[in-house]
């Protein structure tokens, strides 16, 4: 069974461990690179400070007790739009439910908050994690995103309106 727990700053020590794994193990998938989070950069106040950007619901997926993903959402500047970000589920949790789940926490807590449209960005090449938002009924906006930390692939900015449509 895959548990859903909200995070807070007091809970850093998780979210640094899982976000590194991420890093390591699946770095294609993220603008960020792992040396951005390690030597200086790892340091308490950081990570709890990414805990506790302002308007985030962080949560933490736990499979048969174990942390076996994490996604966050947070507000951005244009007013109804939320974004997917950080999103990982480590090997452990893959094809197990594990990425549904966590896609599904952070949709029903922008619905929650009364945004309109969720957004995420994904990287090239990354056909799972695709074929993930686009079961969850994201699609491709066009529009790309940064230059990925490997200089040459971009991500690409998917997004989901919540707006239920109205009745035929």
């Known amino acids: 069974m895959i548990e859903t727990r909200v995070l807070s700053g007091d809970d850093w020590r998780t979210w640094r461990e899982l976000r590194l794994a991420?890093?390591?193990?699946?770095?294609?998938?993220?603008?960020?690179?792992?040396?951005?989070?390690?030597?200086d950069g790892d340091r308490e106040e950081r990570w709890r400070g990414r805990l506790a950007l302002p308007?985030?619901?962080?949560?933490?997926?736990?499979?048969?007790?174990?942390?076996?993903?994490?996604?966050?959402?947070?507000?951005t500047a244009q007013d109804g739009v939320v974004e997917l970000i950080s999103m990982y589920v480590a090997p452990v949790g893959r094809g197990r439910g594990v990425g549904d789940h966590l896609v599904r926490a952070i949709e029903q807590w922008a619905r929650q908050s009364g945004?309109?449209?969720?957004?995420l960005a994904v990287a090239e090449g990354n056909e799972n994690a695709w074929a993930l938002y686009r079961r969850h009924g994201f699609h491709d906006t066009g529009?790309?995103?940064?230059?990925?930390?490997?200089?040459v692939r971009r991500e690409h900015v998917m997004a989901k309106s919540l707006v239920a449509p109205p009745p035929a």
């Open 22 to 39: 991420a890093l390591t193990e699946s770095a294609y998938a993220f603008g960020s690179r792992l040396a951005d989070w390690q030597g």
């Open 55 to 75: 308007g985030s619901y962080n949560v933490l997926a736990v499979l048969d007790g174990q942390p076996v993903g994490m996604a966050s959402g947070v507000p």
């Open 115 to 119: 945004s309109q449209t969720l957004r």
């Open 143 to 151: 529009e790309r995103g940064d230059l990925m930390p490997d200089g």
